[in-house]
């Protein structure tokens, strides 16, 4: 069963798919978040602006990489933190099932 070849993998792979899932996360969304806390900054000096508006406004001006900055701190803290949820989550599960089976 699926369950079974989850819990042969052990507690380290575990950690590590769910720290590499969650790096990609990142990864893939980052650049939303970037344009997202860019809007709430403006917001907060009085000017609103949408989103595709700030997208293109960030791209002309100040460049793609401008989307990344700040990136590498949150894909450090990702990985740990998405492994530990990640092996939390598969554990309370196997436990739930365990308990419920029986």
């Known amino acids: 069963s699926n369950e079974c070849l989850t ?3 052990g507690p380290v792979a575990l950690m590590a798919s ?3 899932g969650g790096m990609c996360l990142w990864l893939a969304i980052y ?3 970037c344009v997202k806390s860019r ?3 403006h917001s907060m000096m009085g000017k609103q602006h949408g989103f595709l508006r700030t997208f ?5 001006q100040e460049g793609v990489l401008t989307l990344y900055s700040g990136l590498t ?3 450090i ?3 740990p933190a998405n492994g530990a949820l990640f092996l939390a989550y598969e554990l309370s599960r196997k436990l739930m099932m365990d308990q419920f089976s029986s």
Request: proline share 9%.
């Open 7 to 9: 819990f042969q993998k």
């Open 18 to 20: 769910g720290g590499v």
């Open 31 to 33: 650049p939303i978040d």
């Open 39 to 41: 809007i709430q900054v």
């Open 56 to 60: 293109i406004h960030i791209m002309r």
């Open 73 to 75: 701190p949150t894909l």
């Open 77 to 79: 803290r990702a990985f």
